[in-house]
């Protein structure tokens, strides 16, 4: 009777837990393989706006999207172990870094991962990464924001809609791209 009762109890384990997390690792690899920063911005019909959160930073203080209301922001979703997103994070830190001045606020959510792993590999960087880096260690926003896969990048403008998305890596330093994120944010 206790062996039936700890069989169907391990089996709730596996069903609430382990096969949920197997079944994103699963979707998160296949979205993260190819290592290529090939992905494009495609513009989001409709106007839909951006679902709010709250999420401590790699500090331990807490930041809310209404934290950044009235400013262009570049909301990307990554993690340590994919490779597109390590691709992107220069090109990311040098976009921070241009547009800086024209108030444009870049926020990277890590996906399902803790601090001590996020502050272990920004270390690896020669220079310290300059934007927010936000933790996202129960996916709570992944699921909100309906991100497929990582990485994922939005723009949302100062009103707080969602504009633009790109999934899978993106070439921040490209000229068009950097086009597309001026046309789509209102920057100059």
Excluded at 163 to 182: H, Q
């Amino acid at each position: 009777m206790i062996e039936a009762i700890l069989m169907r109890f391990k089996c709730r384990i596996f069903a609430t837990f382990c096969l949920p997390l197997c079944l994103l690792f699963v979707l998160f690899s296949a979205s993260a393989e190819g290592g290529s920063l090939n992905s494009r911005f495609r513009t989001l019909i409709g106007s839909t706006e951006a679902q709010p959160f709250q999420l401590e930073n790699i500090a331990g203080d807490v930041r809310s999207l209404t934290d950044y209301r009235g400013q262009p922001l570049i909301v990307n979703f990554w993690a340590t172990w994919c490779s597109p997103c390590l691709e992107e994070f220069p090109a990311l830190q040098a976009l921070a870094s241009e547009f800086a001045n024209n108030g444009l606020k870049l926020i990277a959510i890590n996906v399902g991962e803790d601090v001590v792993a996020v502050e272990q590999f920004l270390r690896s960087f020669k220079d310290p990464v300059e934007f927010e880096i936000l933790m996202d260690s129960n996916m709570r926003v992944v699921e909100s924001w309906s991100v497929n896969g990582i990485p994922t990048t939005y723009l949302v403008n100062r009103a707080g809609f969602l504009v633009d998305v790109a999934e899978g890596g993106v070439d921040f330093g490209n000229a068009d791209i950097i086009s597309r994120i001026r046309k789509a944010l209102a920057i100059n």
